[in-house]
């Protein structure tokens, strides 16, 4: 039996790895590498709740491999979930545990397995691997492995109805006194998006739209939203227990099923303790669409950080990528926000403010479209602009063709991309370098009023860069 630090004495043959950077909870880089995992927590819940109990590790809590090490040895069986940006840890870590459990079995599911399951099976650590959602059929495969084949299909609910309310203290802990003081656990840290302590929660898991870069909706089966009672139900529950500053809906589109949302409005500014500030993500097609509905959930339910994935401010390229938005619809949120915005603030409201998903990079873009892009930013009055590269990540049409090219320069050692990595072949990284870093800025205040023009300082959107 081993003792590890900050889990405590083993208390089951099997063992969750969490993955992700090693010391991301030792001595973290950025808010957005402490999130928790809700794949791995609904998962683990399903399994606690059936009587099956497991430990936690992660690789995020560790700062070398050796300590990773001393930490799995004595295991029969390891779970993973690995989402491309992972496989490089995943990976590293399942071979880890075969070493120290050469007879143990790893155990993997999650995007990657689902969109790269070729690159899976030439890891041979990974004993099985799962395809898809996992919650139908986790009970099953880890009563009894040697009944699946080494790669499968896994089974989802037909409704996140069905989901049970995650136990978050089955996330793994901070794992410095530093980051354990402002972590919050088990609910997050402030990431700068609203007060601490942050809530994360899932409402709905898959997005309709086929853009290019990403098409969820090709990999990812429909499932049913979670109903609105659930979710304020969970705020509630979660504010007794621990008390909440704000939440984040990490669903890759909020802004969906009207009759979902208008319900939300209805109920949430009733039945919640609070009305907390919320971050969550939209279109800005269905913003023009739908602008009453939206204007509501800002006022009456205090969406106060709007995520749009603008991703360009080019038509030519917005129909490269699929996004099916337009220039005119971007302006038309922009327009929107920055009114909705005056006049709350003028209230002494909090103003909403966009988080605004940006690619630069993208194969076939022009300079002209990408000054045009930076135009747009400067357009949005209140913005946290959030740019990466763009990074053909399998599981997605031009990811795909990308990689099928020979064209994509994410490698399985390094999938996970810093942000001013170079992700493409044939892409032209110096530009963006010098674009952001203001070399360009006549070309791209052209037409902006002084006001707009002074927004953006130089190093501002060079500091935007996440990582991707
Ligand atoms: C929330 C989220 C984030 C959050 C938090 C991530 C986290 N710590 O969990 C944040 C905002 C930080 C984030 C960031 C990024 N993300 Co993200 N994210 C998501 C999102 C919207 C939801 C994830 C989720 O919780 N899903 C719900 C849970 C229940 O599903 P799940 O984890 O997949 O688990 C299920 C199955 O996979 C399976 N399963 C999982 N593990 C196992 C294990 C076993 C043994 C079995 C049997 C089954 C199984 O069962 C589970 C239940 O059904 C997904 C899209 C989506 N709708 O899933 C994208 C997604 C995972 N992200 C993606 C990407 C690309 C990114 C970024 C790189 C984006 C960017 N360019 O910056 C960054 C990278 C972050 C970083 N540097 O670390 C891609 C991954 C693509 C891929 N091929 O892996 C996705 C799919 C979105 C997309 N289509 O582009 N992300
Ligand atoms: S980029 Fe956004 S809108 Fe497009 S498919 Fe993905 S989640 Fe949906």
Redesign the pocket.
């Known amino acids: 039996m081993t003792i590890h630090w900050p889990w405590g004495r083993q208390k089951s043959r099997i063992v969750w790895i969490d993955l992700g950077d090693l010391g991301d909870l030792v001595h973290p880089e950025g808010p957005h590498e402490q999130w928790q995992d809700h794949g791995l927590a609904l998962l683990r819940t399903i399994m606690h709740q059936a009587g099956i109990q497991t430990d936690i590790v992660s690789t995020r809590a560790v700062t070398s491999w050796e300590q990773l090490k001393a930490q799995v040895t004595g295991y029969d069986m390891a779970l993973m979930n690995v989402r491309s940006y992972t496989f490089p840890s995943g990976r590293r870590a399942a071979q880890v545990f075969k070493e120290v459990n050469p007879n143990g079995l790893v155990m993997a599911g999650g995007m990657h397995a689902t969109v790269a399951a070729d690159e899976m099976l030439e890891t041979p650590e990974f004993d099985k691997v799962c395809q898809g959602p996992g919650e139908k059929i986790i009970l099953d495969l880890v009563r009894d492995p040697a009944a699946f084949p080494r790669l499968f299909q896994g089974r989802g609910a037909a409704s996140m109805a069905e989901w049970p309310m995650i136990d978050r203290t089955l996330w793994p802990r901070p794992a410095s006194r530093e980051v354990t003081r402002r972590f919050n656990w088990p609910l997050e840290p402030e990431c700068g998006w609203g007060p601490g302590p942050v809530v994360t929660l899932l409402t709905s898991r898959v ?5 290019v ?5 090709s990999y990812i089966p429909n499932i049913g939203r979670r109903p609105v009672d659930a979710v304020i139900e969970e705020l509630n529950y979660l504010d007794d227990h621990y008390g909440v500053g704000s939440f984040v809906i990490h669903d ?2 909020f802004f969906q099923n009207p009759s979902w949302l208008r319900e939300w409005i209805e109920k949430y500014p009733r039945k919640a303790h609070k009305r907390w500030g919320y971050w969550a ?1 939209g ?1 800005a097609d269905t913003v023009r669409q739908w602008p009453d509905l939206f204007e509501a959930l800002v006022r009456e339910t205090n969406w106060n950080m709007i995520s749009i ?1 603008f991703e360009s401010g080019s038509d030519r390229v917005l129909r490269l990528l699929n ?1 099916e938005c337009t220039e005119e619809d971007n302006n038309f949120a922009i327009d929107l926000v920055n009114r909705l915005g005056d006049e709350l603030a003028a209230k002494g409201r909090i103003p909403p403010r966009f988080w605004s998903n940006i690619m630069l990079g993208i194969p076939g873009e022009q300079p002209e479209d990408a000054f045009k892009t930076m135009r747009m930013i400067k357009r949005m009055k209140r913005v946290f602009p959030s740019i990466s590269y763009y990074a053909p990540y399998p599981g997605s049409a031009l990811g795909f063709q990308l990689i099928a090219e020979g064209k994509s320069k994410m490698s399985k050692e390094n999938y996970h991309r810093f942000p001013d990595d170079e992700k493409v072949v044939g892409v032209d990284y110096n530009f963006y370098r010098e674009l952001l870093a203001g070399k360009y800025d006549a070309e791209v205040n052209a037409g902006l009023t002084p006001e707009e023009q002074r927004r953006g300082y130089a190093g501002l959107y060079a500091a935007a860069l996440t990582k991707a």
């Open positions: 997005c309709p739209w086929q853009c870069f990403c098409n969820e909706s890759s589109m993500a279109r994935g996004k």
